[in-house]
């Protein structure tokens, strides 16, 4: 009922910029909080920012100062922009979203997209 589609990954030099999309789809009454979460091979998956509908952002250490994440509510779409890369930061990056189908209030994930930071 509801799918979030990744875009924007890619390969880019340290010290680069990139900038994530995600769009959510389907039957959509509303969206709560939307966020970016990022997983390395051999690692648990972490959060690295989060933003409510009413536009207040939290951000994992690591990424504070470098990263903005911001949202159009119209378009159902969460943005990461990604700044000052680190060989770190590369990881698979996923597309989170409590949304809201009927009266369900349901938590959504989207595929993933790849992020590689490397020379």
């Known amino acids: 009922q509801v799918q979030l589609v990744e875009s924007g990954g890619g390969l880019v030099q340290p010290g680069g910029s990139l900038r994530l999309s995600c769009a959510a789809s389907?039957?959509?009454?509303?969206?709560?909080?939307m966020g970016w979460y990022r997983q390395v091979p051999g690692k648990q998956r972490d959060m690295v920012a989060t933003?409510?509908?009413?536009?207040?952002?939290n951000y994992a250490d690591s990424v504070k100062g470098r990263f903005t994440i911001s949202r159009d509510n119209a378009k159902d779409t969460v943005y990461l922009q990604m700044n000052s890369l680190h060989p770190e930061d590369t990881a698979v990056y996923y597309c989170?979203?409590?949304?809201?189908?009927?009266?369900?209030?349901?938590?959504?994930w989207g595929q993933g997209t790849q992020v590689t930071v490397s020379s």
């Open positions: 989170n979203a409590a949304v809201w189908v009927g009266v369900r209030l349901g938590n959504y």
């Open positions: 389907g039957s959509i009454f509303g969206i709560n909080a």
């Open positions: 933003i409510t509908n009413g536009g207040s952002a």
